[in-house]
T-cell receptor, first 114, second 114 residues
Framework: QKEVEQNSGPLSVPEGAIASLNCTYSDRGSQSFFWYRQYSGKSPELIMFIYSNGDKEDGRFTAQLNKASQYVSLLIRDSQPSDSATYLCAVLDDDSGSARQLTFGSGTQLTVLP | EAQVTQNPRYLITVTGKKLTVTCSQNMNHEYMSWYRQDPGLGLRQIYYSMNVEVTDKGDVPEGYKVSRKEKRNFPLILESPSPNQTSLYFC?????????????FGPGTRLLVL
């Protein structure tokens, strides 16, 4: 059973601070990693994806991947109250056939305090 | 506008009364899937479909059926709903198998089985 683990939180940070969200995964063969933001009662929204070791930056968001440690993280700089949401980590396996599956973590609830 | 639609958005039913949740996408995607989301468990895949008439089980298929007679539609059928199927359901479609960065989620269907 492939597993994706996240700290459920809640994680609270003050406005303007850096929020750091972490995720570990069990399948060493995983190749693609995704971060979704989900507001309460809404559908998940893709905010970042990363395939290679290292950092990937997009605006205030930075995804970090370390395949050796099976660890992926999301940093949110200059956090805003509008960033308050649940953040889901998802991992796509490397099966090139029909069995490719996106496995989600349970999510980390982030609250940005004004 | 690219979108995935689901109906109904909210549904209250009783144990054993068959129901269908519809899902439709307008992006000509071949891959579609159904997820359920429960507190503390993240999104878990119920069924997926690689194309018309090609469907397969995800992680939690028990008690559900699907069909894919047309590319755009992927209905979820609960033949005899039970209270443990009370959940938030999301349909998704994507260009590539498994989802990933091309995946779009529907708005969700909140189901309560009494």
């Amino acid at each position: 059973q492939k597993e994706v683990e996240q700290n459920s939180g809640p994680l609270s940070v003050p406005e303007g601070a850096i929020a750091s969200l972490n995720c570990t995964y069990s399948d060493r063969g995983s190749q693609s990693f995704f971060w979704y933001r989900q507001y309460s009662g809404k559908s998940p929204e893709l905010i970042m994806f990363i395939y290679s070791n290292g950092d990937k930056e997009d605006g205030r968001f930075t995804a970090q991947l370390n395949k050796a440690s099976q660890y992926v993280s999301l940093l949110i700089r200059d956090s805003q109250p509008s960033d308050s949401a649940t953040y889901l980590c998802a991992v796509l396996d490397d099966d090139s056939g029909s069995a490719r599956q996106l496995t989600f973590g349970s999510g980390t609830q982030l609250t940005v305090l004004p | 506008e690219a979108q995935v639609t689901q109906n109904p958005r909210y549904l209250i039913t009783v144990t054993g009364k068959k129901l269908t949740v519809t899902c439709s996408q307008n992006m000509n995607h071949e891959y579609m899937s159904w997820y359920r989301q429960d507190p503390g468990l993240g999104l878990r895949q119920i069924y997926y479909s690689m194309n018309v008439e090609v469907t397969d089980k995800g992680d939690v298929p028990e008690g559900y059926k699907v069909s894919r007679k047309e590319k755009r539609n992927f209905p979820l059928i609960l033949e005899s709903p039970s209270p443990n199927q009370t959940s938030l359901y999301f349909c998704a479609s994507s260009l590539i198998p498994g989802g990933g960065e091309t995946q779009y989620f529907g708005p969700g269907t909140r189901l309560l089985v009494l």
